[in-house]
């Protein structure tokens, strides 16, 4: 049974092809592709995404060990990165054949020492090098005696270095990318020399493939929000399809005479008649109180319908007066990127919060 009278997300399949592609082609043909669908893909659905591009990528990456076995658990046989993997974790994550960043000497022993015990052998790994980031990884004084250890620890296999840049999108901090740049290649040849080992290297995000594929393109990239049709960046954006489409119904329709209040805290008093329209998403679901009061509008039959008043947990009201429409009506509270841009900064934050904030009880509905 599909029930259209809810809330819902679609996620356009065509739109994600196109993106991916249109990152392929910014990039080496022999160049790896890994997707990140951390914290739920970004918000839409990671096993929706990542059955529908399993044969189109060489890999996938999560932020912790249970987004994996949720992957795991719905077939995908790709291999997976799990960018941080928590010792705690350690043995349902190699149960579900998931690939962890080792980013520390803790790290490091523990899942060497479970190796042991296991009697596993040739365990895929990937080693996080912290070139100026300075949030997981080992610095450039840690490596003489990561080599040491990882001399030790033979049962692992090293699959990949990477790190992470930290201002991709900003080319006003370009002398200090390049200076990241530097470090990783650095640290890099010291491990693999020091080892005598080849694996993979990997540095650039969405935006680092938009600025940096000439200088860090390496083996392999890693990205997530271009994916979804945002890069960071307005004219590249620009070229990108939207993937993502939050709408929702009318639930009722309210007629608020002069003098009347709108919603907890009487957030506004009408100064004439008004037609309000209620509609099931609030600030449970990721629409932020600071979209009240005109923070942001919802379209419906074409035309823009601000919030009035705030916004509820469950529920905003927005202004039809001037709408023709009536209950059960369509609403489209986003289905362009400028349109999530402009939330997202009406809320004070990035287009990556806005998205990720989205929440779980919305349903997802992946479209081809
Ligand atoms: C989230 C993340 C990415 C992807 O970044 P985008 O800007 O979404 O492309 C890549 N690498 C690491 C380590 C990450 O945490």
Redesign the pocket.
């Known amino acids: 049974m599909d029930n259209n009278h809810v809330t819902i997300l679609e996620i356009d399949a065509k739109a994600l092809a196109f993106n991916l592609q249109f990152f392929k082609d910014k990039l080496k043909a022999t160049t790896k592709v890994l997707v990140?669908i951390?914290a739920f893909g970004?918000g839409s659905d990671a096993v929706k995404i990542a059955s529908f591009l399993s044969d189109k990528v060489a890999y996938f990456?999560v932020?912790y060990t249970d987004e994996g076995i949720s992957l795991r658990e719905a077939g995908i046989q790709t291999p997976i990165l799990v960018?941080h993997p928590q010792i705690q974790n350690f043995e349902l994550l190699i149960q579900h054949h998931l690939e962890p960043n080792i980013y520390s000497f803790d790290t490091l022993n523990a899942f060497a020492d479970i190796l042991v015990k296991q009697d596993k052998r040739d365990y895929p790994i990937h080693i996080k090098i912290n070139s100026g980031l300075n949030r997981l990884g080992f610095k450039a004084t840690h490596i003489p005696a990561l080599i040491t250890a990882l001399k030790k620890h033979d049962r692992l296999f090293i699959s990949s270095l990477?790190s992470?840049i930290a201002a991709?999108e900003d080319l006003n901090e370009r002398v200090f990318t390049l200076e990241q740049i530097a470090v990783f290649n650095s640290i890099s040849t010291q491990i693999m020399e020091g080892l005598n080992i080849h694996p993979d290297k990997h540095m650039l995000?969405?935006?680092?493939i938009v600025n940096y594929s000439k200088e860090a393109q390496f083996d392999m990239v890693?990205?997530?929000?271009?994916l979804f049709g945002f890069a960071?960046d307005k004219e590249v954006t620009s070229q990108l399809q939207n993937a993502l489409t939050l709408t929702s119904i009318i639930s009722q329709i309210q007629v608020i005479e002069k003098g009347e209040s709108i919603g907890y805290n009487r957030g506004l008093i009408a100064d004439k008649t008004m037609r309000t329209a209620t509609i099931p998403i609030g600030h449970a679901d990721g629409i932020g109180r600071t979209l009240g009061n005109g923070g942001t509008y919802v379209t419906i039959n074409h035309q823009k319908a601000p919030i009035v008043g705030n916004v509820c947990m469950d529920m905003i009201m927005v202004d039809v007066t001037h709408i023709d429409c009536i209950e059960g009506a369509t609403v489209i509270i986003f289905d362009s990127q400028e349109k999530v841009e402009q939330m997202a900064k009406m809320s004070h934050t990035i287009t990556?919060e806005m998205l990720t904030a989205i929440s779980q009880r919305i349903k997802r509905r992946l479209l081809f």
Do not use: D, E, P, W
Not at 222 to 226: A, C, D, K, P, V
């Open positions: 990140v951390k970004y990456a932020a960018l990477f992470h991709s995000n969405t935006s680092g890693r990205f997530g929000i271009g960071n990556y």
